[in-house]
C-alpha cells in the first residue's frame, strides 16, 4: 500500500435523486481539490433510506448515478467508492457499492452481504430483506493505492466477513454505512474500531449526515480509524468532508510488532469460504 489521503463526504440526502447527485458531485469536487486520492461517500447516498424508495431510485447499472460518479471520478483523477445506492438487476434490487478507479473505470461492484433486519424493543424496526436481496462476494481490489477490501454497513456485524478480506490481502476496507439512532450511540465507533483492531487494517466508516426529519435517523458519526483502531479523523452529525492520512509504514509496523494474522492456529480452527 502507498501513502495517500482519503476523504468521506458526509452527505445530507434528500428525496431529490438529482439534488443527491448535485450535491455528491460538489462534495467530491472539493475533496479532490484538497488532495484526496481516494474519495468515499455514504451509504445509499442518491435516495432517502427507505424500503418504500428502493425500488423507485434503483437503477440499473450503468445508470444516472453511476454515470456520473464515473465522470467526477475521470474528471478529479481520484479514486471513488460511491458509497451505495439501490441497484436493480432484473426483478432484484440490491444495495450495491460502486468502485471507480481515477480513469473512471469500474474496479468492484460490492452487494451488502448481510441484510438489515431488526425489532428491537422501544427502538428501531427495519427489515431491509422486506425489499431488498443479499449479495454473495468477498470483495478485496487491487488498486494502485494498495488492496481495498469493501463492506457495506450491516456487514460490519459480521467479523468473519472481515477476517476473510484481510486474509484476502485487504489493508484498507471502506465501509458506507448507515447506523441508527438506536444502534449507533452503542455501537457504531466500537463496531468499525474492533474490525480495525482485529485486522490490523485502515477502517473508513462513511455515513450519511443526520435528518432528523427523514424516516430513517442516521447516527452520522463518520469516522477514519488506524490500525492500532485509534480515530485519527471524525465526523458529528452534520453535512461535512474529513479526512486523514493513510500512513503504510504504520501498518506495516503494526503488523510485524503484533503479528495477529500470523498467529492464527489454522490447525484448529479455519473459516471456509
Known sequence: MKDFKVAVCQIKTCDNKKKNIEKAIKMIEEAAQNGAELVV?????????????????????????????????KKCKIHLVAGSIPEQEGDKIYNTSYFFDDEGNLLKKHRKMHLFD?????????????????????????????KIGMAICYDVRFPEYFRILALEGAELIVLPAAFNMTTGPAHWEMSVRMRAV????YMIGASPARDEKA????????????????VISSARESEEIIYAQIDSKLESDIRDQLPLLKHMRKDKYAIKY
Not at 428501531?124 to 493505492?145: M, W
Not at 424516516?215 to 485509534?230: E, F, H, M, Q
Open 118 to 146: 431488526i425489532d428491537i424493543e422501544g427502538g428501531q424496526y427495519f427489515k431491509e430483506s422486506d425489499v431488498l436481496t443479499p449479495g454473495n462476494d468477498f470483495s478485496v481490489v487491487d488498486t494502485k493505492l494498495g
Open 215 to 230: 424516516n430513517y435517523v442516521s447516527y452520522a458519526n463518520s469516522l477514519i480509524v488506524d490500525p492500532w483502531g485509534k
Open 198 to 201: 482485529d485486522n490490523q487494517v
Open 41 to 73: 461517500l455514504p451509504e445509499i447516498f442518491n435516495s432517502p433510506y427507505d424500503n418504500k424508495s428502493f425500488p423507485v431510485y434503483a437503477e440499473v447499472y450503468p445508470g444516472e448515478t453511476s454515470l456520473a460518479m464515473i465522470d467526477v471520478a
